[in-house]
């Protein structure tokens, strides 16, 4: 099933996401060590290493001896206690998503240790990454040859907005779980009984929130989009608002 799936574009931002695995807000399912979860990242323009923009990985780190260090230093969902967190005060205290991107502030020496594995592709448009769930990875900063390219791109194709575009999609079996206890998904939000359920019996019970893609599609799943979108998304995603509000407060606090 299709879990998660994000539009990215870079462009002349300063800041950049670091070394991580993604956490429950990207990837809201069960940590368990053996996850059959893929991530595809899509290229969607010509994106050199040279100019930065691109997703550099840790080949084989989610099998890495230094992991689960690494996984405390972010605060992977591999950290959190069982049964999730109650609230969103527990989340904030205890493992913040703010603190996902940060390992080269939380973990120098870390972050020096997964840098010396790191490989940065030559990405053309079209291009495919599959990734395990657990593999560490981080953006690249676009660098002056890169803002080069990108103005170059914006002179050549007046109305274009001057950026490096990427999709990633997170797919997991339909067996998997979602995470116990409190968390940033709307069918959580939408129905708090359906965290620690599998994705087939949210889907079966609340419509398609993570829609079927292997062997096939389902075309009920299909016919009933319109009505999530509109109606179940709609509600979930005020009591979303409010939780990231909240989030915000706490995060300024500290």
């Known amino acids: 099933r299709v879990l998660k799936d994000a539009l990215f574009a870079k462009g002349e931002e300063e800041q950049h996401c670091g070394w991580h695995v993604d956490d429950l807000s990207f990837w809201p399912c069960e940590a368990i060590d053996a996850s059959q979860g893929i991530n595809a990242w899509i290229a969607l323009d010509d994106i050199p ?10 080949p084989r780190s989610h099998k890495a001896e230094w992991r689960q260090e690494a996984y405390k230093i972010i605060g992977s969902t591999q950290t959190h206690p069982k049964g999730g967190f109650q609230n969103v005060e527990e989340l904030m205290e205890m493992a913040p998503p703010t603190q996902t991107c940060n390992m080269i502030e939380k973990g120098a020496e870390m972050n020096e240790t997964i840098e010396g594995t790191k490989v940065l592709p030559d990405y053309q448009s079209g291009d495919i990454l599959f990734c395990k769930r657990w593999l560490f990875h981080r953006s690249e900063p676009v660098n002056n040859l890169g803002q080069k390219l990108l103005r170059d791109f914006a002179a ?32 959580v939000f939408l129905n708090p009984q359906n965290a620690g359920q599998s994705l087939d019996n949210v889907c079966a019970k ?6 079927r893609c292997w062997p096939s599609a389902d075309e009920e799943e299909i016919q009933n989009i319109p009505d999530l979108v509109l109606k179940k998304l709609a509600a979930a995603e005020v009591s979303k608002q409010e939780a990231l509000k909240k989030m915000f407060l706490l995060a300024k606090a500290k």
Do not use: I, N, W
């Not at 290493?49 to 840790?58: K, L, P």
């Not at 007046?158 to 995470?179: I, N």
């Open 206 to 211: 609340e419509g398609p929130f993570y829609l």
């Open 156 to 187: 050549a194709r007046p109305g274009r907005t001057a950026v490096f575009k990427r999709y990633t999609v997170r797919y997991e079996p339909g067996s998997s779980r979602l995470l116990e206890g409190f968390s940033l998904e709307p069918s």
């Open 49 to 58: 290493a040279v100019g930065g923009g691109g997703m550099a990985v840790s």
